[in-house]
């Protein structure tokens, strides 16, 4: 009779949960796993009662744990190489820009040691949407071609509920409302809103062009391209090692990188429910949802602020209101209908590593490493000024 028996066999793709997608997502992300030449696959397959001879070792058995180890510190690696793409792009390349740009005379100027920038608002626009746009593509262009996820995959677009999306939405209106802060937008953002509320004067501000495509770029534009960039081939690659890891480390990563603690708690609360929203329900339509909602109720407040009658806080009070009972409300109809009747959910991994020492693994890849450091150096930095 052979020893060989079910639970002896270890097969790390074919133990993944995929219950929580649909069948087309499941077969072409089993396929890139498969692949013996993609070194960004955890495709551990192995018989736990079998050895192999190692010189210098003798016998040894398979080791699961390797196999994952080294998965995830390659994948982290090349996080990390986008992420400091990110930081060289948006704290190095794009002030250098600038100080070129003011050395031939242009009306613009920059601060090496914080994310100000000072000049007219036609120029300061138009710096803030190259650098931002360049932070995010040139990053998410390098991790599609390192991770060669297929599209269907790198970008979850079938809706399979479509009652995780108001969950998703109705959870992020509670959120933005219980952090109505000033620190609730990024540094950037906030900043221009305030420039842009600072020249307004007695005129309406939505009679200013510059106004108008900063807000449809900041809310619509970054939000898409952003979510393409956490939820798209790095959040596929994270997902081999179960979604609760690949949620909350996107969702770390998002933080870190707005380099700014007054910025990060909210980042990472709206990260982690633009991607539990994604994988429930099926699409990143969903994460860009959130990320959109976020943003226009942030604008919404800056611009009921822009009142200058003592009406202003009793009507700023009753938007906050009227969103957090909305939020209240779709999310008691999410849970009723989404949770307690298990319809949908995220996909899990039995790993022989504890959660927390996966990410320690994680975290001390370098050069991610470095990103963290980096980060928060400068955020530090931030926080004194």
């Known amino acids: 009779m052979s020893d060989e028996t079910p639970k002896s066999i270890v097969n790390v793709i074919d133990e993944f949960d995929y219950s929580t997608q649909n069948e087309f997502y499941n077969e072409k992300f089993k396929k890139w796993r498969r692949n013996k030449d993609n070194h960004c696959a955890f495709n551990f397959v192995a018989n736990k009662n079998e050895k192999v001879y190692v010189e210098s070792k003798g016998f040894v058995a398979h080791s699961v744990e390797e196999a994952e180890k080294e998965s995830l510190t390659h994948i982290v690696y090349i996080i990390g190489i986008a992420a400091l793409m990110w930081l060289v792009t948006?704290?190095?390349?794009?002030?250098?820009?600038?100080?070129?740009?003011?050395?031939?005379?242009?009306d613009i100027h920059a601060n090496f040691f914080n994310s100000s920038i000072y000049g007219g608002s036609m120029e300061i626009v138009a710096a803030l949407i190259v650098v931002s746009v360049l932070k995010i593509v040139v990053p998410a262009i390098y991790a599609h071609i390192k991770f060669k996820f297929p599209r269907k995959v790198e970008f979850m677009g079938k809706m399979n509920n479509s009652l995780a999306l108001v969950g998703a939405i109705s959870l992020t209106l509670i959120i933005c409302t219980a952090t109505s802060l000033p620190s609730a937008y990024s540094s950037e953002s906030k900043e221009i809103y305030d420039y842009f509320r600072s020249i307004d004067a007695d005129l309406y501000v939505w009679d200013q062009t510059e106004f108008l495509v900063y807000t449809i770029f900041d809310v619509v534009i970054m939000s898409i391209i952003s979510e393409i960039f956490f939820r798209g081939a790095m959040f596929a690659a994270l997902r081999q090692f179960g979604d609760p890891f690949a949620?909350?480390?996107?969702?770390?990563?998002?933080?870190?990188?707005?380099?700014?603690?007054?910025?990060?708690?909210?980042?990472?609360?709206?990260?982690?429910?633009?991607?539990?929203?994604?994988?429930?329900?099926?699409?990143?339509?969903?994460?860009?949802?959130?990320?959109?909602?976020?943003?226009?109720?942030?604008?919404?407040?800056?611009?009921?602020?822009?009142?200058?009658?003592?009406?202003?806080?009793?009507?700023?009070?009753?938007?906050?209101?009227?969103?957090?009972?909305?939020?209240?409300?779709?999310?008691?109809?999410?849970?009723?209908?989404?949770?307690?009747?298990?319809?949908?959910?995220i996909a899990l991994y039995s790993s022989e590593y504890s959660r927390w020492r996966r990410f320690g693994f994680a975290l001390k890849t370098f050069p991610y490493s470095a990103v963290l450091l980096i980060c928060l150096a400068y955020a530090t930095v931030r926080l004194t000024q």
């Open 247 to 345: 949620i909350i480390f996107t969702a770390l990563t998002a933080g870190l990188l707005t380099q700014d603690f007054r910025a990060m708690p909210v980042t990472i609360l709206i990260s982690l429910v633009a991607g539990y929203g994604m994988v429930s329900s099926g699409t990143m339509f969903t994460a860009i949802s959130v990320s959109i909602v976020y943003k226009m109720y942030n604008l919404a407040l800056l611009i009921l602020e822009t009142d200058r009658t003592e009406k202003m806080p009793l009507t700023r009070n009753i938007f906050m209101m009227i969103t957090l009972a909305a939020g209240i409300i779709g999310f008691v109809v999410f849970w009723i209908a989404f949770v307690r009747r298990k319809k949908g959910g």
């Open 90 to 106: 948006e704290d190095v390349i794009g002030k250098l820009g600038i100080s070129l740009f003011t050395l031939l005379g242009f």
